[in-house]
Each structure stands twice: as structure tokens, then as C-alpha cells.
């Protein structure tokens, strides 16, 4: 009972829940966001979030409430602009035993590039499967079965909090602003429309390792990285943040004009970090025309990217995923970056099978920008 969670304010701004969370958090009040999804057929719905808090803490969170209404204009705290210039970074979670390390990783990425965090869960839609045509009895029962997903869904989350705090040291989860969501519905258009919703500068997932047809990371990340507009870190599984001051990057390129907004992106993500970056293009066929695409690229490097000495070069290899691994292990790279561009030799790539050995063979992480 101490664990269940009780709705306190219904949440009309991101502005306003974000200012709301923060002061109940200084108050050492857990906040969680929900919806609550209980109406047959509902889809998601911004005006439908809730800020909630545990049971045992919702007296303190009320006189909290109570004097934020007394100390401040609520009304102006949902006009305030200030929101939108904080770096935001989503991470959908299954709530399984391996999202600890993806969360361990994220908060401590989180903490490095000063952005606050957002752990989403998305629990499964009973309403999936429904008749064309509905009957009393059956709609009573599919309300029945909404309300215990939901109370279901949120006691997982609440124990997840409990283990992520347990199992990541103190001082590393209390550096960063982080908050919880909880949405019901498909995974991939939750993530698509939070996403929308949120305006992330980076969306990071997990790997599980070795793949099996119909599992969480074909199912959802891969879809994701398709259809997203935002950045997708795919983060290997097993990967640690190492802390590095100094990072060395791969930004495959397939000489599109887009390199110019994708690495303006990429150094935006990598501000803190001292980096040098390899502008790679994985030559599949020994092609002699690519000599002049990739003078041209340099040449833009050099006019507008001086300061980093980023130099493009042709890496030849029969199979775009072996250019990769040979690169990545020639160089000592850290982090593999390119943009999703649709019919560009990548593109391919974006195929289930092909991203999927992709993103599950490589041993350090992938950025992927939106194009």
C-alpha cells in the first residue's frame, strides 16, 4: 500500500510539471508521470498527464502543493520559455533486470552533457485485441482489465525506482534531474509521440545481446530508429560509461549535403568533450568517382569545421557492417555516428535484419540522427 502511487495534479505544460517535480524533489517527494489510460479505446494524449506520488509521502506532497500555489504564479510558470533550453534525454526502459546498466549509463552520459533525464514505460494496451463491436458485458470487463494494467504497470515502476536507486551509487543518481513516465499503448508510437511531446536531444536504447525474433529491441528500437526525428544513442549491452575526457569518433558519411546539419548535431551532443573525429566512408566497390566526392566533403570540413581538423578518408571493405568493425577496431573508437538517409548505400542497413546485426555486434555505441 506504502508503494501505491495517488494523482496529485493534472498537468497541463511541460513547464509546469517540470517546475512542480523539482520542488516536491527538493522536498525528497518521488514523482512519477502518467497517464491514466482508462477509458476503452483511448490513445495518448498530452492534457491526460498526471503527476503522482507515493501514498505515504501524498500529505507532505499536498502542503508542498499548497505552498508553491502560495509562493508562486502558476499561470506564468506555464508561459516560461526557460524549459525549452534544457538538454533532455529520453530513455525507454522494459523494467527488467539489464535497464539498470542502461540507466546507469544514461544518468552518467546525463550528468556529463548537464541534461535532465526521463525514464519512460510503456506497458501494454489490453484494448489491443478489441472487437469491432462492442457489448455491455464486454466493455465492463476490458474496464476491469485497464484499471488492474494500470495499478499493475505502477507498482513495477515504483519497485524499479526502488531497485535503481539501490543499485546505482548515490552521488551519481543524485547529480542529475531525473524523472519517471509511465504510458499505455504500443511501444514504438508511445516513444514517437513522448518523444514529440518531450523534444529530446538524444533518445537512448539498449541492446539485449543476441537477438530472437520478436524481442523487445526488434521490435521497438529498430522501429524507432527508423521513424524517430530526434537522435537514437543505441547503447551496446553490457557497455559502462568509461568517463572519458577524449573520445574518438567515426561519423560515417555517404556524401549527402545533410552531413553539414548531422555533424553540427553531433558536435552540439559532444560539447563537453575533447574529441577527434574520423569522417569515414566505407568503400564497398572501389569506386574511382568517390575520390572527387570525398575531396569536395574535405574541402567543406575545412572551410567550416577548421578548428576541429575533422579530415574525411575512403575505408574499403566488401560489407558495410565488417568496414565498420575494422574501423572501429583499427582506431579505438568510442562512439559511431551517421544519419539515417533513406536510399543512400545505409539505407540498407535499415532493413530489420541488417540494423539489427549491426547495432547487436558493435562493442561501443551508436549515435543515429534523423534526416
Known sequence: MENQLVTLLRITTPQLGSFVKDKLESNGIEVFFTNEGLTLGSNYDPSEVLLKVKARQSE???QTLLQIHKDYDLDMVEKNGSF????????PVKLSESCIELCKYAIALAKKTKAELKLLYVYEDPTLNAPVRYTTSWEKHVRLELED?????QLKLVNF???LKKK???DLFNSVKLHYRMLKGTPENVIADASERYHPDAIIMGTKGKLKPGEFLERTTIRVIEHSNYPVLVVPFYATFKGKEKINVMYATDFYDTDNSSLNKLLKILQPYEKKIHCVHIDLHNDVHLQKKMDELN???ENEYSEYKIQCVLFESDNVVKGF????EKNDIDLISFSKIRRSAFYKMFHSDHLAKLITTKKVPMLIFPV
Open 60 to 62: 507532505k506532497a499536498v
Open 84 to 91: 525549452k533550453d534544457l538538454k533532455k534525454i529520453l530513455v
Open 149 to 153: 494494467a494500470n495499478k499493475k504497470a
Open 161 to 163: 525506482s526502488l531497485e
Open 168 to 170: 546505482i551509487p548515490a
Open 299 to 301: 574541402k567543406m570540413l
Open 325 to 328: 568493425d575494422e574501423f572501429v
